[in-house]
């Protein structure tokens, strides 16, 4: 215990020294943009750094792990073997110094979760943008404040909800909580011997719809969640909206949300792109396929040669199949693609951006397989 109060004696005395930190602030930040502050990392090796929009090195590969930057400037970035973590500013210098075994990035506030203590006996609690705490770290689990000002933390065995003074808005009765999505609802699960179930809270813990599920997911912003029903090894998805109202009944093998008014769903092991009705407007006949960002969608078509290309919203290439690897566009235009190993940018006509030459762009690294089938995230 000494020596824990010490090293955080250490790290408090270390972020005071410093000059105050000042949030940055920009009118056209997105969250779903992949240069943030026209910064994205990148993977050299096994070491990240952050490359601007021309693919120049702007902030050295010195970290075992970068997250992107948030609205207020900062990235979580770790070193010594991710055991580590600190916040860097969009220089490269350490506003809050390495001195925590887990991290998250901040969101759209300047409060984040941070976890002190050792790997067998870690400690969750909520930092400013200045290292300080504001919550502290008392407990076993966190996860960030929501836009409504919950965040969900665990005690013991059970999860409850928080505010930003640390005060319990619903108390400790779940097996698990998740984050409050932007409607205001949050999922929740309890299980018993028998069996497991989720559901879906107000911000007063109440039951939103009165209806459990097998298994489900949060909602996104489009107002729909995706709900399961199992039957032995037989799991079947479907949609519901915020109401709690069936609008696609669960029938489908996988199931992606919802983005630019289409889903990408599996049937017979193959993928395919319906509409809110819960009809295909693109037929189940890919290996694999992501979500519609841009009005584009990345795909692995049938075929000998297993390459990925992008379509629009009619099923037709606009990007033809090259790819050994493809994601969905972000926000300002860009999707990060993999050809011979080595990552790179491309714009919506498919040129190259960034030729490639990275281990990885902004998280991505798996040289092979593009996009992770949903029911299995």
């Known amino acids: 215990m000494k020596k824990r109060l010490i090293a955080a004696a250490m790290i408090i005395f270390a972020s005071c020294a410093k000059e105050p930190y000042k949030p940055k602030t920009s009118d056209d930040y997105s969250s779903t943009d992949l240069f943030r502050h026209g910064l994205c990392s990148v993977c050299i090796g096994d070491?990240?750094?952050?490359?601007?929009?021309?693919?120049?090195?702007?902030?050295?590969?010195?970290?075992?792990?970068?997250?992107?930057?948030?609205?207020?400037?900062?990235?979580?970035?770790?070193?010594?073997?991710?055991?580590?973590?600190?916040?860097?500013?969009?220089?490269?210098?350490?506003?809050?110094?390495?001195?925590?075994?887990g991290a998250q990035s901040f969101g759209t506030d300047d409060i984040t979760c941070v976890c002190t203590g050792t790997i067998g006996d870690p400690r969750y609690g909520f930092i400013d943008c200045t290292g300080k705490y504001v919550i502290d770290p008392v407990y076993d689990g966190a996860s960030a404040f929501s836009s409504n000002g919950l965040a969900a933390v665990r005690d013991g065995d059970k999860f409850g909800y928080i505010d930003r003074n640390g005060?319990?808005?619903?108390?400790?009765?779940?097996?698990?909580?998740?984050?409050?999505?932007?409607?205001?609802?949050?999922?929740?699960?309890?299980?018993?011997?028998?069996?497991?179930?989720?559901?879906?809270?107000?911000?007063?813990?109440?039951?939103?719809?009165?209806?459990?599920?097998?298994?489900?997911?949060?909602?996104?912003?489009?107002?729909?969640?995706i709900i399961c029903t199992e039957d032995g090894e037989d799991v079947r998805m479907g949609y519901i909206n915020e109401k709690g109202e069936h609008i696609i009944e669960p029938q489908f093998e996988d199931a992606y949300h919802f983005s630019e008014g289409l889903a990408c769903v599996y049937d017979n092991d193959r993928a395919g792109f319906i509409d809110m009705s819960g009809e295909y407007v693109i037929e189940p006949k890919y290996i694999t396929a992501e979500f519609f960002s841009n009005g584009l969608a990345p795909v692995l078509p049938e075929g000998d040669v297993k390459?990925?290309?992008?379509?629009?919203?009619?099923?037709?290439?606009?990007?033809?199949?090259?790819?050994?690897?493809?994601?969905?566009?972000?926000?300002?235009?860009?999707?990060?693609?993999?050809?011979?190993?080595?990552?790179?940018?491309?714009?919506?006509?498919?040129?190259?951006?960034?030729?490639?030459?990275?281990?990885?762009?902004?998280?991505?690294?798996?040289?092979?397989?593009?996009?992770?089938?949903?029911?299995?995230?």
Not at 86 to 101: A, L, R, S, V, Y
Request: proline content about 3%; hydrophobic content about 35%; charged content about 25%.
């Open 47 to 101: 070491k990240w750094g952050y490359m601007n929009k021309k693919g120049t090195i702007v902030i050295m590969p010195d970290f075992d792990y970068a997250s992107e930057f948030a609205q207020n400037g900062l990235a979580c970035v770790s070193v010594d073997e991710n055991t580590h973590y600190g916040f860097i500013d969009t220089e490269g210098k350490f506003i809050i110094d390495p001195g925590f075994i």
């Open 167 to 225: 005060r319990y808005a619903i108390n400790l009765l779940f097996d698990r909580a998740y984050a409050f999505s932007s409607n205001g609802l949050a999922l929740v699960r309890n299980s018993d011997e028998e069996n497991t179930c989720f559901w879906y809270i107000d911000s007063s813990g109440n039951d939103a719809f009165g209806e459990k599920y097998d298994y489900a997911y949060k909602f996104t912003d489009d107002g729909t969640a």
């Open 307 to 377: 390459k990925y290309g992008y379509i629009d919203s009619s099923g037709a290439y606009v990007i033809e199949p090259k790819f050994d690897a493809a994601h969905s566009f972000t926000t300002d235009g860009y999707a990060v693609v993999c050809e011979n190993g080595m990552f790179g940018v491309i714009d919506s006509s498919g040129a190259y951006v960034i030729e490639p030459q990275f281990d990885g762009i902004d998280g991505h690294t798996d040289k092979y397989m593009s996009m992770v089938r949903p029911g299995n995230r």
